[in-house]
């Protein structure tokens, strides 16, 4: 079984992933993958640099993540493009360490903020979302220091909540307490632990 765990910017997903992985969950993160393939040296850096510009790093020669970000999220093309050099080279590492946690005998979460967005849900058999409102999502952005049109574009630049919602076949409404949060992912885990 694949299961697939997603939400909007600053909906509490990385926490609702670091739940699952306190049940015993393995976590294939996205994100953190993402970070890897374009590391100093790595071929996905290279072609991010080929891409756009050595104006991209830093000048210890990593990836300047806020400028690509002003750059992405600004321009639909660039984003596609960058899509294009990076998600083939996360998802070659994802099936890596999926495959890795199913031999163990472990449920295999893939954390993916984009699931929705890059058409994955059909790919997997169960999908979770970390639900909260836009606005939610947009104090909680300024509170870890985004500026609110920075907010506002990176949500707009997401898959519509509607349409998340639409892919789910688990729903999380993260707009309670944290023991609220910890209670329904326990009943997400274990559903979904038993078929494992």
Request: glycine share 10%.
């Amino acid at each position: 079984m694949r299961v697939g765990l997603t939400g909007g910017i600053a909906s509490g997903k990385s926490t609702v992933s670091e739940l699952l992985a306190g049940f015993g969950a393995v976590i294939v993160d996205s994100d953190k993958i993402a970070r890897e393939v374009v590391e100093p040296g790595t071929a996905g850096l290279a072609q991010v640099v080929a891409e756009f510009g050595p104006s991209v790093l830093t000048e210890s020669g990593a990836l300047d993540r806020a400028k690509v970000g002003e750059i992405v999220f600004a321009d639909e093309g660039a984003r596609e493009r960058l899509n294009a050099i990076v998600h083939p080279l996360v998802g070659a590492r994802s099936v890596e360490l999926e495959e890795a946690g199913r031999e163990a005998g472990k449920l295999v979460v893939n954390d993916i903020p984009l699931l929705v967005e890059v058409g994955y849900a059909p790919f997997f058999d169960e999908v979770i979302v970390v639900d909260v409102p836009v606005e939610t999502q947009v104090e909680r952005a300024i509170v870890r220091g985004m500026s609110e049109t920075d907010a506002r574009a990176r949500i707009a630049a997401q898959a519509s909540r509607e349409d998340r919602l639409a892919a789910a076949t688990y729903v999380i409404d993260n707009t309670g307490t944290l023991d609220e949060l910890r209670k329904r992912v326990q009943e997400i885990y274990d559903a979904l632990a038993g078929t494992c």
